[in-house]
């Protein structure tokens, strides 16, 4: 089928830690891969995105590389700071469906 | 710019009610998406519209009925609510892959 599976949170991080939350998507076909981002009490709203083999996506220190031999699109930052704190959601569209399927989301929390 | 609006933003039914959430998009998408958000279990797909005057099933369209009223707008009706269906509800529309999300819906079934 067309899913994506992403870490379990919470994941608490001091400030200026280093972060990784992993994503790993099923290979039907070639997707576009997307990490969305959800703070609180609002909507989501795309962080960055990659639409092809090698791509990286960046966007706010955020990057993320689509990874075809692993399956993977995980999300880095160097240096996360407090105002980073929220929920990261992985996503894949296109492929075999023009559904976009979201992981269960991970939760992050940076303590100053 | 408005984006996608939603509402209402806050419901309360009592179960066996009915009730419509309704979503608007000024960005002339073609795409259209309801999902639900559950602790725990992410967004769920509920239904999804390719283009007006088509919807498909997503992941749990059980409960569910939708209606592409034209470009603009795409509704959500739950005609008999369950206490299961308590949730919060995103609708969302989509142009080339990038989706763009109202502020949601929080619903409770009692």
């Known amino acids: 089928g067309n899913s994506v599976t992403q870490m379990e949170g919470p994941v608490t991080l001091s400030e200026e830690a280093f972060l990784t939350i992993n994503c790993t998507y099923t290979?039907?076909?070639?997707?576009?891969l997307f990490w969305y981002v959800q703070y609180p009490g609002e909507g989501l709203q795309l962080l960055l995105k990659?639409?092809?083999?090698?791509d990286k996506g960046s966007n706010k220190g955020f990057e993320a590389t689509y990874r075809k031999e692993t399956t993977s699109f995980h999300l880095e930052k160097g240096s996360v700071q407090v105002s980073d704190s929220a929920v990261y959601f992985c996503?894949?569209?296109?492929?075999?469906?023009?559904?976009?399927?979201f992981g269960t989301g991970t939760l992050l929390a940076v303590q100053p | 710019n408005a984006g996608v609006t939603q509402t209402p933003k806050f419901q309360v039914l009592k179960t066996g009610q009915s009730m419509t959430l309704q979503c608007a998009q000024d960005m002339n998408h073609n795409s259209m998406y309801w999902y639900r958000q559950d602790p725990g279990m992410g967004l769920r797909l509920i239904y999804y519209s390719a283009s007006e005057g088509t919807t498909d099933k997503g992941e749990v369209p059980n409960g569910y009925n939708v209606s592409r009223l034209n470009k603009r707008e795409f509704s959500l009706r739950l005609e008999s609510a369950a206490p299961s269906q308590t949730s919060v509800y995103f609708c969302?529309?989509?142009?080339?892959?990038?989706?763009?999300f109202g502020q949601g819906t929080r619903l409770t079934v009692v």
């Open positions: 969302a529309s989509n142009r080339n892959a990038e989706a763009f």
């Open positions: 990659a639409t092809k083999a090698d």
């Open positions: 996503a894949r569209y296109g492929g075999a469906t023009n559904k976009l399927i």
């Open positions: 290979a039907t076909g070639y997707p576009s």
